[in-house]
């Protein structure tokens, strides 16, 4: 069977959570959000010719942990947890993503104000976030730069086909799902730390799962192929 096949039983759990997310149905609410991440590795691991399968299923799997230890309420024990499992999982995909950015390839002066952007990102994020302090404040901080690291291994790929090509359709569509996976994780985590550490707005939960969900399908329909 193909991969978006497989991914039905995911399709449909993730369909049930979003709409869980505008009426009180906490019960439900919990399951499918922890059971969302499984459904997604299974269809990885049952997808023939699969690349990467073990450490996307090991991603996924520490998504899950991480999806669990925030169910709310939300103490600080939980929260730190919880981002260390997303942190855990990240490096999963790390593991696949830094062989294949060449980064190397690119002009030193390219890297270096990548590099200035994202510290002035980081910097930014902590203000709006009125800086955190504690472990907290350390474990936003450092899961920031892991989402950035990521960021970076995407651009990187896109910059290096550019420098090679000068052609735009020279860049491989997964290596597009990988970056737009990975800039729907970093609105999805953005959107969370506002209500983390500011407030709850109007949809939040909504907004911020519907783009969890698609941040983890792109990417792994980027990296499984």
């Known amino acids: 069977?193909?991969?978006?096949v497989l991914c039905i039983p995911f399709f449909i759990v993730s369909a049930v959570h979003v709409a869980t997310c505008f009426f009180p149905m906490?019960?439900?609410s919990k399951v499918t959000k922890v059971l969302a991440m499984p459904l997604?590795?299974?269809?990885?691991?049952?997808?023939?010719g699969a690349q990467n399968k073990l450490y996307l299923a090991c991603a996924l799997m520490a998504g899950c942990l991480g999806d669990y230890f925030l169910l709310r309420p939300v103490t600080k024990k939980k929260f730190l947890r919880g981002v260390f499992a997303f942190?855990?999982?990240h490096a999963f995909y790390l593991l696949i993503l830094i062989p294949h950015s060449q980064f190397w390839l690119l002009p030193p002066w390219c890297v270096v104000l990548i590099v200035l952007v994202y510290s002035f990102a980081v910097f930014m994020i902590y203000n709006m976030l009125h800086k955190p302090k504690g472990l907290r404040g350390f474990a936003a901080v450092v899961y920031a730069f892991m989402l950035l690291l990521i960021n970076f291994t995407c651009i990187s790929s896109i910059?290096?086909?550019l420098f090679a090509s000068a052609k735009l359709t020279a860049v491989p569509l997964t290596t597009w799902f990988i970056f737009g996976g990975n800039m729907l994780f970093l609105l999805?985590?953005?959107?969370?730390?506002?209500?983390?550490?500011?407030?709850?707005?109007?949809?939040?939960r909504v907004y911020v799962m519907t783009t969890y969900l698609a941040a983890q399908f792109f990417l792994v329909l980027g990296l499984i192929g």
């Open 1 to 4: 069977m193909s991969f978006y």
């Open 26 to 28: 906490n019960k439900l």
């Open 40 to 48: 997604l590795a299974l269809a990885v691991l049952f997808t023939q």
């Open 87 to 89: 942190f855990i999982g």
């Open 159 to 161: 910059l290096t086909s």
């Open 188 to 204: 999805s985590d953005s959107l969370l730390s506002v209500t983390m550490f500011k407030d709850d707005f109007k949809f939040s």
